[in-house]
């Protein structure tokens, strides 16, 4: 196990037999993990660096003490900007997404407490999203005179287009209960049992095949752009090319002889 901090990121790296796993925390609970410029430059580095270890089988986020995953972005510093400053601050947030739904394995957002606007959007560009049961999720932008954009356009797919409309327009916070009946969560656990139940994800991770794993991350992105009848053809693709490497025949072989 190693760790490694920035100002704002900490990075923590666990070793197994199958491989690496990445813990990433937004250091700034001072603040309620807001984001701002500089925290949003290192997070993208983080992550980014992450994505090239060939050794990397899952990354799990979250934010740093009880109280937040992130409160949003930084407010203070987006009441200073004049339009350029906002489109350079905003393209930022959309980088922090992208650089979690770029990765090459699964992500996990691991969320704390307030999961809110730039937040949120971070954790929809998560692959899986685990609460504690006191976690408050919202998109309050439009009461401070922002739209919510960039990542916050995985929502209808994720939630529904009525329920985007009621998080968005009406603004109102949901707590993780709603969360979850709403299919944005995909599990709420009391916050002593959150690492427990997401050990167990990266359990399941761990013994898949790390080829399969990345192939199946690369073809669910290709799922997200493509009609239905390309995305079927390139599932018939990416099932072809997981028999390049001898990594089904031992799985497989494994599973008859246990089966025997």
Not at 161 to 184: C, K, P, S
Not at 241 to 260: C, H, I
Request: hydrophobic share 45%; charged share 25%; with cysteine.
């Amino acid at each position: 196990m190693s760790g490694v901090s920035t100002r704002y990121i900490g990075l923590r790296t666990e070793s197994h037999a199958g491989g690496k796993v990445a813990h990433v925390t937004i250091e700034n609970e001072r603040k309620l993990n807001t984001m701002n410029t500089e925290l949003m430059d290192e997070f993208i580095a983080t992550v980014r660096t992450l994505a090239t270890d060939e050794d990397l089988r899952a990354v799990v986020l979250t934010g740093a003490g009880g109280k937040a995953f992130v409160g949003g972005a930084n407010i203070h510093e987006m009441a200073t900007l004049d339009s350029a400053g906002a489109r350079a601050f905003i393209t930022r947030v959309h980088g922090c997404c992208l650089a979690m739904r770029e990765l090459p394995v699964p992500s996990i957002a691991r969320v704390n407490g307030y999961c809110l606007g730039a937040g949120l959007e971070l954790a929809a560009s998560c692959d899986l999203r685990i609460a504690a049961d006191n976690a408050v999720f919202g998109m309050p932008e439009v009461k401070v005179g922002v739209p919510s954009v960039v990542e916050a356009a995985l929502l209808p797919r994720l939630i529904g287009w009525g329920r985007t409309a009621q998080m968005l327009l009406v603004a109102d916070n949901i707590d993780a209960r709603t969360a979850y009946e709403w299919r944005f969560v995909e599990a709420v656990v009391p916050a002593a049992d959150l690492d427990r139940t997401v050990d167990g994800w990266l359990h399941s991770i761990l013994e898949a095949g790390p080829k399969a794993i990345r192939l199946q991350k690369m073809l669910m992105r290709r799922w997200e752009q493509l009609p239905l009848d390309q995305a079927v053809r390139s599932g018939i693709d990416a099932f072809a090319q997981s028999m390049e490497s001898d990594e089904p025949k031992k799985l497989m072989g494994n599973f008859v002889n246990r089966a025997r």
